[in-house]
């Protein structure tokens, strides 16, 4: 059982940048793949990042490539997600997710665990 706790969203200008951060209980954190999602008002939970077990394999949607980096610190059991040069259409509900396994994973429903999530809002 692993539980996520989200922290460091808030309300930026855009250009502005921002980090993620993803607390989470459990002693075996660092076997879990994890990732990064979110959710805009209307619209369905979408893929933003994920990264493996050991950090050697890693994966960002198209949208936030070359903006979004995802890293994790196992000693710390947290998951990062910087975010700079942010852009209104990034405003959205930011979720942390995480699942047993070694291998990335694009799709929600492979995720068994999941924060409460942190509103991110970027203004233009």
């Known amino acids: 059982q692993v539980q996520l706790v989200e922290s460091g969203g808030g309300l930026v200008q855009a250009g502005d940048s921002l980090r993620l951060s993803c607390a989470a209980s459990?002693?075996?954190?660092?076997?879990?793949?994890v990732g990064w999602f979110r959710q805009a008002p209307g619209k369905e939970r979408e893929f933003v990042a994920t990264?493996?077990?050991?950090?050697?394999?890693?994966s960002v949607a198209d949208s936030v490539k070359g903006r979004f980096t995802i890293s994790r610190d196992n000693a710390k059991n947290t998951v990062y997600l910087q975010m700079n040069n942010l852009k209104p259409e990034d405003t959205a509900v930011y979720y942390c997710a995480a699942d047993l396994g070694r291998g990335i994973r694009y799709r929600a429903r492979d995720y068994a665990y999941w924060g409460q999530g942190t509103q991110v809002t970027v203004s233009s």
């Open positions: 990264l493996s077990w050991s950090s050697t394999a890693t």
């Open positions: 459990g002693r075996t954190f660092s076997t879990y793949a």
